[in-house]
Every structure is written in structure tokens, then in C-alpha cells.
T-cell receptor, first 110, second 119 residues
Framework: RKEVEQDPGPFNVPEGATVAFNCTYSNSASQSFFWYRQDCRKEPKLLMSVYSSGNEDGRFTAQLNRASQYISLLIRDSKLSDSATYLCVSTTDSWGKLQFGAGTQVVVTP | DAGVIQSPRHEVTEMGQEVTLRCKPISGHNSLFWYRQTMMRGLELLIYFNNNVPIDDSGMPEDRFSAKMPNASFSTLKIQPSEPRDSAVYFC?????????????????FGPGTRLTVT
């Protein structure tokens, strides 16, 4: 079983709509969490860190549920440019080793 | 600010040849990571360094793969001999690890990748 599990999607979202998806992590000792986005044939790029109290960055909201060991990402007012694969990431390692999920594909349609 | 720099961006080689991939991390970062990504296996961590010292190479697939970090601003990943199943995108990433217990500074920043094709 992978340490970080994600629904691969795709999530097909009309432009302007809201989409939300989760990922689960198996290691209860995980300390830090991130969402990365990866466009086709490009490198993963940090989207946002996920804090225990939840946090927002513009149209993006991330939540952490330690009791159930999942994190979520919500995208409001979806734009065509939000089409990408979103990678869920956790870490327990002091030196920065990250555990990546396989990614959730989001497709925003006009 | 310059990000992580990788070269070459594309490499096409024949089976059996030696391949060397290069990475320059972000200045000031003390951890460097080599990943491989394929459609079938997703993103896999191969090896990572902290302060130029290899910390975990358990992801290196076999002895054909080796990595070095002779100084804080340069790392290489070498495949010798290369095989068609090594075809993938190889990413280098760097971060500023603040050590045990630290919560900040673990974000990794990726280079653009090297797309390797072994025929």
C-alpha cells in the first residue's frame, strides 16, 4: 500500500465551478503536508503548504484532518488554467524526504 | 532568482551507453533529491543528499545507477550501462532542510527535468 493515496480522477469541472478532492496518508507520524501541481510534461510545482488549522491561498483552500489522516484541496471559481494533476505530499523526514501521491487529474472545461 | 537547473533537457541514447544527468540546486539549499517519473510508476525518489552526503539511496533501482554530489552546487546521476526501461523523466529537486523537529523549510523545488529515451 502506498503511503499517500489519491483518487486519480479525472475530475471534470465546468469553468467557474468548485471542485474538491482528498488524499489519505497512512503514516500517523507525518508532520508536514503539501499540495503540488504538475502540468503535462512539466515539473511538479509547489501549490501550497497545508497547516493544521486549514489555510487558504486565493481560490485554493487546504484542510488537514489528523484524526482521519486525510488532507483536502478545494478550488473555487475554477479557471481553465487550473487543469493539471494535483499531487498530495506528506513527510516525516527531518531532511525533507517527501512522500508523493500518484496525483489527481483535474480538467476544467469551458 | 535562479531555480534548479538541470542538463541536458533531452537525451536520446542507445542501449548500453553511459548517461550522465546534471543538476545545480538552488543556492543556499542543503538537500538535493533525484526522482524518476514514468506513467506506470509515477514519481519515484531515487536518492537524496543532505550537505552533500547521501542520506538514503534505497530508491536507486540497481547498481547501474550512481549519484554523486561533489559540492553544494552540483550533482550528477549516472546510468551505466543504460537500458530501454530506464526511459523516463528524471527530476532533480532541492530544499532547505532545517533538521530534526523543524516544520518549515521542507518544501522542495523541482528542476525542469531531463527526458531520457534509451533505444
Amino acid at each position: 500500500r502506498k503511503e499517500v493515496e489519491q483518487d486519480p480522477g479525472p475530475f471534470n469541472v465546468p469553468e467557474g465551478a468548485t471542485v474538491a478532492f482528498n488524499c489519505t496518508y497512512s503514516n500517523s507520524a507525518s508532520q508536514s503536508f503539501f499540495w503540488y501541481r504538475q502540468d503535462c510534461r512539466k515539473e511538479p510545482k509547489l501549490l501550497m503548504s497545508v497547516y493544521s488549522s486549514g489555510n487558504e491561498d486565493g481560490r485554493f483552500t487546504a484542510q488537514l484532518n489528523r484524526a482521519s489522516q486525510y488532507i483536502s484541496l478545494l478550488i473555487r471559481d475554477s479557471k481553465l488554467s487550473d487543469s493539471a494533476t494535483y499531487l498530495c505530499v506528506s513527510t516525516t523526514d527531518s531532511w525533507g524526504k517527501l512522500q508523493f501521491g500518484a496525483g489527481t487529474q483535474v480538467v476544467v472545461t469551458p | 532568482d535562479a531555480g534548479v537547473i538541470q542538463s541536458p533537457r533531452h537525451e536520446v541514447t542507445e542501449m548500453g551507453q553511459e548517461v550522465t544527468l546534471r543538476c545545480k540546486p538552488i543556492s543556499g539549499h542543503n538537500s538535493l533529491f533525484w526522482y524518476r517519473q514514468t506513467m506506470m510508476r509515477g514519481l519515484e525518489l531515487l536518492i537524496y543528499f543532505n550537505n552533500n552526503v547521501p542520506i538514503d539511496d534505497s530508491g536507486m533501482p540497481e547498481d547501474r545507477f550512481s549519484a554523486k554530489m561533489p559540492n553544494a552546487s552540483f550533482s550528477t546521476l549516472k546510468i551505466q550501462p543504460s537500458e530501454p526501461r530506464d526511459s523516463a523523466v528524471y527530476f532533480c529537486a532541492s530544499s532547505l532542510a532545517r533538521g530534526r523537529g523543524a516544520r518549515r523549510g521542507r518544501e522542495q523545488y523541482f528542476g525542469p527535468g531531463t527526458r531520457l529515451t534509451v533505444t
